[in-house]
T-cell receptor, first 110, second 111 residues
Framework: NAGVTQTPKFRVLKTGQSMTLLCAQD?????MYWYRQDPGMGLRLIHY???????AKGEVPDGYNVSRLKKQNFLLGLESAAPSQTSVYFC?????????FGPGTRLLVL | KQEVTQIPAALSVPEGENLVLNCSFT??????LQWFRQDPGKGLTSLLL?????REQTSGRLNASLDKSSGRSTLYIAASQPGDSATYLC??????????FGTGTRLQVFP
């Protein structure tokens, strides 16, 4: 049981490039979430999913897209990266009210 | 607007001291409240989950309380150890299981 995993762990992008962050969980959880963490601002919800094939916007969805084609995977896409998207991205899933977090992806946009 | 505030932002204490971390939230329609620990460069580890019908939860040297009427939660750490050094985050869980996070308290316990 690997829990929640994220790939990649670290990435550097140039402004305008695109990329996809992958989150995977092997706990058969329905709900999955993408957060970003910035200094002094805590964690903010980007998008979330309540089940396979469903997605919804969180607090800061602009500039991101998501997909949940398979229950165990939740993808976060950046179509045209901007320096403001430099952050640490965390994925989480939930079971019985408790959230389980992945180790994070550190993204630097130059 | 749903907001969660944590005070203090940073705390430094000698080993062995008992300490209290504070968390306040503006929206009392909270389902649950969760406390997390985050080590530098790492993800979040869930410490305690308090359901809205509960007043407190305990795990080892940790005790978390929840007072919905006053919009407050506290995390009590007994007999602190250097290994407790980390950032502690509280989060209010509202509808659709969305979490609203505080900005955290950075704790340092020195020998």
């Amino acid at each position: 049981n690997a829990g929640v995993t994220q790939t990649p762990k670290f990435r550097v992008l140039k402004t305008g490039q695109s990329m996809t962050l992958l989150c995977a969980q092997d706990m058969n959880h329905e709900y999955m979430y993408w957060y970003r963490q910035d200094p002094g601002m805590g964690l903010r919800l980007i998008h979330y999913s309540v089940g396979e094939g469903t997605t919804a916007k969180g607090e800061v969805p602009d500039g991101y897209n998501v997909s949940r084609l398979k229950k165990q995977n939740f993808l976060l896409g950046l179509e045209s990266a901007a320096p403001s998207q430099t952050s640490v991205y965390f994925c989480a899933s939930i079971y019985k009210g408790t959230q389980y977090f992945g180790p994070g992806t550190r993204l630097l946009v130059l | 607007k749903q907001e969660v505030t944590q005070i203090p932002a940073a705390l430094s204490v000698p080993e062995g001291e008992n300490l209290v971390l504070n968390c306040s939230f503006t929206d009392s329609a909270i389902y649950n409240l969760q406390w997390f620990r985050q080590d530098p460069g790492k993800g979040l580890t869930s410490l305690l989950l308090i359901q809205s019908s509960q007043r407190e939860q305990t795990s080892g040297r940790l005790n978390a309380s929840l007072d919905k009427s006053s919009g407050r939660s506290t995390l009590y750490i007994a007999a602190s150890q250097p290994g407790d050094s980390a950032t502690y985050l509280c989060a209010g869980i509202y509808n659709t299981d969305k979490l609203i996070f505080g900005t955290g308290t950075r704790l340092q316990v020195f020998p």
